[in-house]
Every structure is written in structure tokens, then in C-alpha cells.
């Protein structure tokens, strides 16, 4: 497989398209992931790690029975749970499919004090 790192560099430009700076201030978690991010393309690049050429993305731990998001995020359990953010007993009314973090009504859809802990 041959790999061009130019292009991987305009795929990501296309995902995100935001003006590069000349001269920024890079904290150490941009330079750690940068760092992880030319890893992976300089090992894809030797071989060392192998990128399926497949088209079909496969989830190994499909066992078949995935919930729908209201499923999910609605279920029977979010009213047995309070709110994550501190300071707050409110019974929850959403469970957040990204950080898995309950979520009362005033924080997610009034106040919106939620912004996943998660990067």
C-alpha cells in the first residue's frame, strides 16, 4: 500500500478547515498528540502497523444487539440518577452518549453547563 502523507495531511485539512497560524503557542497536550498522530502515520508509512484497505469498517464487538440513542440516552435508569455537575440534586434527564455522564434537564437544555469532561 502505498501512503502519502500529503494526502492524509488535505484529509484532515478537510475535516478541519481552520487557518494555521504562523507562530502558535503549543501547549503540551497539542504537541503529545501531534506527536501520537505523526507516530501512527510514520509507522502506517514503514509498515510496522497495517491499515485495512477494506471500505467496510467492521466493529469487532458488534454482538448484535446495540440500543437505539433514545434507547441509550433515555433509559429506564436516568431518572433513578442525579445530575453529575457539583453542586446540583436534580434527578438527571439525560445520560450524555459521549462522556456517559448524567444530566438534568437545567443543565443540558436551559443553563447548557454541560461540555463533556471527555476530549
Not at 503557542?25 to 485495512?52: M, P, V, W
Not at 434507547?71 to 438527571?92: K, L
Amino acid at each position: 500500500m502505498s501512503m502519502n502523507v500529503a494526502h492524509i495531511l488535505y484529509i484532515l485539512s478537510q475535516t478541519f478547515p481552520l487557518p494555521v497560524p504562523n507562530n502558535p503557542d503549543i501547549s503540551r497536550q497539542e504537541r503529545n498528540l501531534a506527536n501520537h498522530i505523526i507516530n501512527i502515520i510514520k509507522e502506517a508509512e514503514t509498515g510496522e502497523i497495517e491499515i485495512e484497505e477494506t471500505e467496510e469498517l467492521v466493529d469487532e464487538d458488534y454482538d448484535g444487539d446495540y440500543e437505539t440513542p433514545s434507547e441509550y440516552c433515555f433509559g429506564p435508569e436516568v431518572s433513578n440518577e442525579n445530575c453529575y455537575i457539583n453542586g446540583c440534586s436534580e434527578m438527571s434527564f439525560i445520560l450524555c452518549s459521549r462522556c456517559k455522564l448524567y444530566i438534568c434537564f437545567d443543565h443540558f437544555c436551559i443553563s447548557l453547563n454541560h461540555f463533556c469532561p471527555v476530549a
